[in-house]
């Protein structure tokens, strides 16, 4: 075929350190850490899985997973506003850390930040 997917621009080995690199900074951010596992191997593998097939790659997450239906499997933690911006900040700090090409970087970061803002379910006074 002649056009790519994101998936195929940053491929499967960029797109694995990129999970890593950002859960290492997850397991280290004081408004994160508390809500995730300590053990985040199996979180870091269901991420890997999602991201392929949400920049066009194979169906890896929904294969083993069923539907994401991400919010309602964020509703369990409490995600305020400051915590999505915890999570996006990681994820910036990850995609400079792997040498993200800054289009694609671009394009993945405008369409996790709608996708974050949509995890919201929590106002930032409660938490
Ligand atoms: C799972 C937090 C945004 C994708 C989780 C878990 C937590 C969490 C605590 C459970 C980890 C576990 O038990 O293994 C957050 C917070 C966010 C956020 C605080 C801030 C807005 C996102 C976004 C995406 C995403 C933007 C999509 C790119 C996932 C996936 C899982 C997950 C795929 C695994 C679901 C499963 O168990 O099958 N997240 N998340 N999250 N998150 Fe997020």
């Known amino acids: 075929d002649s056009f790519s997917t994101p998936y ?3 491929g499967a080995d960029l797109l694995s350190q990129l999970v890593d690199s950002f859960y290492g900074k ?7 850490a508390p809500i ?3 053990d985040l191997t ?3 593998r269901k991420q890997k899985q999602f991201l392929t097939q949400y920049l066009g790659g194979p169906s890896l997450y929904t294969e083993e997973h069923g539907h994401p239906m991400l919010r309602a499997r964020h509703l369990p933690f409490p995600i305020t506003p400051a915590r999505a911006e915890a999570w996006l900040s990681c994820m910036k700090e990850a995609m400079k850390e792997v040498g993200l090409e800054d289009e694609v970087k671009e394009f993945l970061l405008h369409r996790l930040t709608l996708t974050a803002h949509h995890m919201v379910n929590t106002p930032d006074e409660e938490n």
């Open 8 to 10: 195929e621009v940053i």
């Open 26 to 32: 997850v397991e280290n951010h004081h408004l994160l």
């Open 36 to 38: 995730f596992p300590n």
């Open 42 to 44: 199996e979180t870091a």
